[in-house]
């Protein structure tokens, strides 16, 4: 059996479209699916500790052949369960359970070396897309030789006279290895190299400031819309769950200019400039202000700005409160709030 969580995606083959039904048992998410296909799969909640303690028993049972994780949920990405993941990497260890990481969003964004850098957690299998194809399409499967060796045949070498010391499985398909994407692949780790650590790090605390400005004037504004992210990831999310305007909200953002996908995550990646998300933030700010104007969002519109000189921002206060700041006038990188 293959361990999965309620709230992962993993894309769209067969066996991980898939939920969990009242009783607990596997079903198909999708017309089309035919039961047995999700017959070996166990849906378990994501990040709680029951979930911890069945993972457990089913693993010391001899059943279960991995543990497939999106160690942060891309629709859930306030859900960052560092313990829950250092507990199943601990479990799946001691019962020489596979432990699969998917990090085909977080991967290469969060930091270099992903979420297992991120959390300091190592799996055993982990899966890549989207950010190392550079624009191509491509699925990475990378890991230890004893789950790897069955792809390539254990250690040999091309050109000499070394042969392939395992046996291998199939595994093909008329792009896999397609020479146009490992190309772009090669240029996007190249870039990611040059970046390094240390830029990603900046990227995802511009991703954080962004993020921190807009709910701190959603806050003071009292609408029922914030911003959550994971690093360079983000999402709007509704604090009430039966809000009627929200496609309007997404249809005004794009009216004004920004293009989203409604209620999706958002990625601020390298090439967005300081421009880029300041339009973003006004224009957020803007559709926020005029849906509030017209009662189609609950809260008390602020006056354009909050009324506040040019340049000013809202920030939050060293007790955390949100306030407006404007830049020393002498001193580079500090601010004084305006009272
Ligand atoms: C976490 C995760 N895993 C797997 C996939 C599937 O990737 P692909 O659509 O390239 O097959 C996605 C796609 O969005 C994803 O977000």
Redesign the pocket.
């Known amino acids: 059996k293959v361990i999965c969580f309620n709230g992962?995606?993993?894309?769209?083959i067969d066996e991980v479209i898939v939920r969990s039904s009242h009783k607990g048992k596997s079903l198909p998410a999708a017309p089309g699916i035919p039961s047995s296909a999700v017959e070996n799969i166990i849906v378990l909640n994501y990040g709680e500790e029951e979930s911890l303690n069945e993972i457990e028993e089913l693993c010391s049972s001899g059943e279960v052949a991995a543990v497939l994780v999106?160690p942060v949920q891309?629709r859930r990405c306030d859900l960052q369960p560092k313990q829950f993941l250092k507990k199943l990497r601990e479990i799946t260890q001691k019962e020489s359970v596979c432990l699969i990481f998917?990090?085909?969003?977080?991967g290469f964004r969060i930091h270099t070396g992903g979420a297992q850098s991120f959390f300091g957690v190592k799996a055993d299998l982990c899966?890549y897309?989207?950010i190392i194809g550079g624009g191509m399409?491509?699925?990475v499967l990378s890991g230890k030789a004893r789950y790897m060796d069955a792809i390539d045949g254990g250690h040999w070498e091309y050109g000499d006279d070394s042969v392939p010391t395992v046996g291998v499985t199939y595994f093909a398909g008329t792009f896999v290895r397609h020479p146009l994407a490992l190309r772009a692949a090669k240029e996007a780790l190249t870039i990611l190299k040059e970046v390094g650590v240390q830029g990603l790090e900046l990227l995802n605390q511009r991703t954080q400031d962004f993020v921190d400005e807009l709910n701190c004037y959603l806050e003071n504004c009292q609408s029922n819309l914030r911003f959550i992210n994971f690093g360079s990831l983000l999402k709007p999310k509704w604090i009430e769950n039966d809000y009627m305007y929200s496609d309007l909200f997404f249809a005004m953002l794009r009216n004004e200019g920004v293009h989203q996908y409604d209620g999706f995550p958002w990625f601020i990646n390298l090439a967005h400039s300081e421009n880029d998300l300041e339009l973003v933030k006004k224009t957020i700010m803007s559709v926020v202000h005029q849906l509030q104007e017209n009662e189609l969002m609950p809260g008390a519109p602020l006056e354009k700005d909050g009324g506040m000189p040019k340049g000013a921002r809202l920030g939050k206060d060293l007790n955390g409160n949100p306030g407006w700041f404007l830049p020393h006038p002498e001193k580079h990188g500090q601010y004084l709030q305006i009272r």
Request: glycine fraction near 16%; charged fraction near 20%.
């Open positions: 992962s995606y993993h894309g769209i999106e891309s998917d990090e085909v969003i977080t899966t897309g989207k399409p491509i699925g």
